[in-house]
């Protein structure tokens, strides 16, 4: 890419919208052979923490948009069938609107940016954007905006995405790099387009995400005990390391494998963050259920202190497996899984978290191999909760979020290419609206089908946790 001209990468893709025509993004026809959703949610949980599984698919059967959460692979085998025009970034994996939000930069700036990369491959543009676009047209649903409210949340978030693209081809590689969206100054912008309730609500959300720090989550999750402090037991959700041994397993042994996971770990920090890491001591470890599409994975958090009992720092563990999206693009050039994280994160994030690292356990608590990353449990962490949002919320934050993803795209990309392949039309956003609505009645049947295993008994669920 780099020994091209910029005439030659404008060539080269309008060269792939002769082969791949924009409009041929809008259909989407489930194959004949398409495989059955239910057996690929299965077949991924063969992975994961048994007992978990079922909290998994209660979570996700909370509506269309939280199962849409959860099916990144059945997804990915979907997208494996559609048109691409073979220009490629690296990929989020898993670009729905739940995986924005804010956070903070090692400079205490709070960013708006991607902040889950579990899936992260390098790979066509076009599936993260189909993912998120189609993850608009859910979400409109399940808000129950109008189809003419969706239909036009959908078409600007498409419009800014080819414009910012278009802005980051025309810019000088370095100002591409060092571009970030601060999300105090975003609040700014869009204030003339919410109302004053949504303009407060967004200025108190940005002003609590300044106390999710380790302090804050340390007071939440810790308990003193006579052994001194430790993570509460709170199951099934938080478990201490020793509540999931069983006694014939030597404790200290794995206990000890795990904590030392950490000490290894540090020599994926630049010098100066490995030697900051080193003033704090391992304390205590559980095993914490997050998110959706990530539960029932081996996901710790390590409980380490500074100075003294006031000087806490909360680590996230997280178990990272193979991308969902290997088995249709090839595998990751990483051996360690936590390692493809990383590194996709720190290729498409404008900032990564300082404590940003991978390594490998030998044996785990099933005696098995496996990848983890590791960061701060929780840094200025800012979500919105997209079930809550009005129409022009909706619209406001579909932009910010596509431009996050041009702006990550363009860092991986040929941006050249790829902004000359969407043009200065509008066809690249129609044909990605008409996919994001086929796609959502996809996954209402997919959803549908879901339901209907978890009543025959062919899956089990627990809800409400």
């Not at 419009?159 to 693209?165: F, K, V, W």
């Not at 690249?428 to 209907?452: C, I, K, L, M, P």
């Amino acid at each position: 890419m780099t020994d091209l001209s910029p005439a030659e990468r404008v060539a080269r893709g309008k060269a792939a919208r002769a082969e791949v025509p924009r409009s041929s993004h809008a259909d989407f026809q489930p194959s004949e052979d398409r495989p059955d959703p239910v057996d690929l949610l299965l077949e991924q949980a063969e992975s994961r923490i048994p007992e978990l599984v079922p909290v998994l698919y209660g979570r996700m059967l909370v509506s269309p948009s939280t199962f849409y959460r959860g099916a990144a692979r059945i997804m990915a085998s979907d997208l494996a069938t559609t048109p691409n025009s073979e220009l490629h970034v690296q990929l989020c994996g898993d670009a729905h609107l739940s995986n924005f939000g804010g956070f903070a930069s090692p400079e205490r700036r709070l960013l708006f940016d991607i902040n889950d990369f579990d899936e992260t491959l390098p790979g066509p543009w076009e599936w993260d954007v189909k993912r998120f676009v189609a993850s608009l047209a859910v979400a409109g649903r399940d808000n129950q905006y109008s189809a003419a409210e969706s239909r036009s949340i959908v078409l600007a978030a498409m419009g800014e995405y080819r414009s910012a693209m278009r802005n980051f081809a025309s810019m000088r590689t370095l100002d591409v790099w060092y571009s970030s969206m601060d999300l105090d100054d975003t609040i700014q912008q869009v204030r003339g387009e919410l109302d004053q309730k949504q303009v407060t609500l967004l200025r108190k959300g940005a002003a609590k995400a300044r106390t999710h720090d380790s302090a804050q989550a340390f007071q939440k999750l810790t308990v003193r005990t006579r052994e001194g402090l430790r993570i509460a037991n709170r199951p099934p959700l938080i478990v201490p390391i020793e509540e999931l041994l069983p006694d014939e397993v030597d404790r200290e042994q794995v206990t000890a494998e795990l904590l030392g996971l950490v000490r290894t770990y540090r020599r994926t920090l630049e010098t100066d963050r490995r030697r900051l890491l080193e003033q704090f001591r391992p304390i205590h470890l559980a095993r914490k259920v997050v998110g959706v599409g990530s539960v029932g994975t081996q996901d710790w958090i390590g409980l380490f202190l500074g100075r003294d009992d006031r000087d806490p720092l909360l680590l996230q563990i997280k178990e990272a497996q193979e991308s969902v999206l290997e088995r249709f693009v090839g595998r990751s050039g990483y051996t360690n899984h936590g390692q493809r994280v990383v590194a996709g994160q720190r290729l498409m994030q404008a900032t990564s978290d300082i404590f940003l690292g991978w390594d490998r356990v030998g044996t785990g608590l099933d005696g098995r191999q496996k990848d983890f990353y590791v960061r701060q449990l929780r840094d200025w962490k800012f979500s919105l909760e997209i079930g809550a949002m009005l129409p022009r919320g909706m619209a406001a934050y579909g932009r910010a979020c596509a431009w996050t993803l041009a702006r990550a795209h363009a860092r991986s990309g040929d941006r050249i290419a790829i902004s000359a392949y969407l043009g200065g039309g509008d066809a690249f956003d129609r044909a990605f609206t008409v996919f994001a609505e086929t796609y959502a009645d996809q996954n209402e049947r997919d959803y549908g089908a879901f339901r209907e295993a978890v009543n025959a008994g062919r899956v089990k669920a627990q809800t409400g946790l």
